[in-house]
């Protein structure tokens, strides 16, 4: 194993992929960005699933189990189908010490490779220049919303980070490019290398009302679509993009508008403002950068009135803390916030201090503030303390919205996870 955890480079993982042989025979699309590329993913594989489409997903990180980053026709793979493609990684990779990412990516990728499906879907972790899946030619590239977040490891603004993310483009291939502000750099990018750009406002758009909402982009047109099954306003946006990228191949891979709507109809994708039904209201969500919370908490403005707001948090330290609390800390009235199983995250009361900060001009009664072990220790004394009619957020990192799905899906009654 590699003596770091994270080494940005592509030359390890392309030279094991060429040792391996991995090639494909069929498209493949990749998501990069900041905001909305599990969602993305998350829409192009439901669409294409109504289409009549085998898939192969490859999305991180995982909630709960490792087998939920690789998925078949809309199903995490069983672990005994990854052994031997995790033997074959560590065969062929002689003296080439790989990180624990570059050698997920490079068993999960070649599963995908030799498994029987028509259209292969790889999303970006980190950036794009350096990360594991760029070692992969695409045929179709979307790059999602771009905001400040790894600015240690992408660059200090969205112009430096939004280039590291187009790197995914290739030379001649469509890029769909979701953000409807893109940075210069990314325009500038894809103009130079020859790439087959899409972007919002040019080259397609959407529009709606309060029932239905419409796609138009180069020559064709969807109309009366129900909104997507996943919730918040900022999900058109990558709905947008996900019909785009179809449109983009549909040379390769016709998709009928029925399958469209089906599929943006019936997509699934857990702890994106995932409303969990019971009492107290239970939201669960991984935003963890403060464009995606500031999503949240419009989100969360629209859902109408609560007495109370209870928030079960838990982030990593390198994350921009006090950002992301200064867009929340207006609507939560009492605060869980967690220590989470990673040596990269803030402890409890260090995110408890931080609360305390973001909170201080806070208008209204005193905001309360508690610490625990877990996020699911978070839950549970949240759900005791809320009324029926208040409403409880679990938000932050993977592992927060993991920490409480571990054990099952959340159903609250009351006072009490029931």
């Excluded at 900022?234 to 990228?245: C, H, P, R």
């Excluded at 869980?336 to 402890?347: D, F």
Aim: hydrophobic content about 45%.
């Amino acid at each position: 194993m590699h003596p770091k955890t994270m080494d940005l480079s592509l030359e390890r993982t392309a030279e094991v992929a060429r040792r391996l042989d991995i090639r494909f025979s069929v498209p493949v699309i990749t998501v990069a960005g900041t905001n909305g590329k599990g969602s993305t993913c998350a829409m192009l594989e439901s669409i294409a699933r109504h289409a009549g489409y085998r898939t192969g997903l490859y999305q991180k990180p995982e909630l709960v189990h490792f087998e939920e980053r690789c998925r078949l026709n809309g199903a995490p793979v069983a672990a005994d189908g990854l052994v031997p493609h995790f033997a074959a990684v560590e065969a062929a990779r002689g003296d080439i010490t790989l990180t624990q990412f570059e050698f997920s990516t490079l068993a999960i990728v070649r599963l995908l490779s030799m498994a029987e499906v028509d259209v292969i879907i790889l999303e970006v972790g980190l950036g794009g220049r350096y990360d594991s899946v760029n070692a992969f030619d695409t045929d179709c590239a979307v790059i999602t919303s771009i905001d400040l977040d790894h600015m240690e490891w992408l660059g200090p603004d969205r112009e430096s980070i939004g280039l590291e993310k187009a790197q995914i483009m290739r030379p001649g291939k469509p890029c769909v490019v979701s953000d409807p502000l893109p940075p210069a750099s990314v325009v500038k990018h894809g103009e130079s290398i020859g790439a087959d750009l899409w972007l919002v406002g040019r080259d397609f758009n959407h529009s709606g009302d309060r029932q239905q909402w419409g796609w138009a982009g180069r020559g064709r047109r969807y109309h009366g679509m129900s909104y997507p099954a996943l919730r918040g306003a900022n999900q058109l946006l990558n709905a947008a993009g996900a019909i785009a990228a179809f449109e983009a191949l549909r040379e390769r891979l016709p998709v009928n508008a029925q399958a469209i709507r089906t599929g943006l109809a019936l997509v699934e994708l857990p702890g994106r403002f995932q409303v969990v039904p019971g009492q107290p209201a239970l939201v669960l969500d991984v935003a963890h950068n403060p464009q995606a919370v500031a999503a949240l908490a419009l989100n969360l403005d629209a859902m109408g009135f609560f007495p109370r707001t209870h928030a079960v948090f838990g982030a990593m330290r390198d994350k921009d803390i006090p950002g992301l609390l200064a867009k929340l800390a207006p609507l939560v009235d009492v605060w869980h916030c967690c220590t989470l199983p990673t040596a990269r995250a803030a402890t409890a009361e260090e995110l408890a201090a931080s609360v305390r900060e973001a909170s201080a001009g806070r208008a209204g009664a005193a905001v309360e503030v508690h610490t625990h072990a877990s996020p699911s220790e978070g839950l549970r004394a949240a759900a005791a303390a809320a009324d029926p009619a208040d409403r409880i957020v679990v938000f932050g990192s993977f592992y927060t919205v993991g920490g409480v799905l571990k054990d099952g899906l959340p159903r609250l009654g009351a006072a009490h996870v029931a």
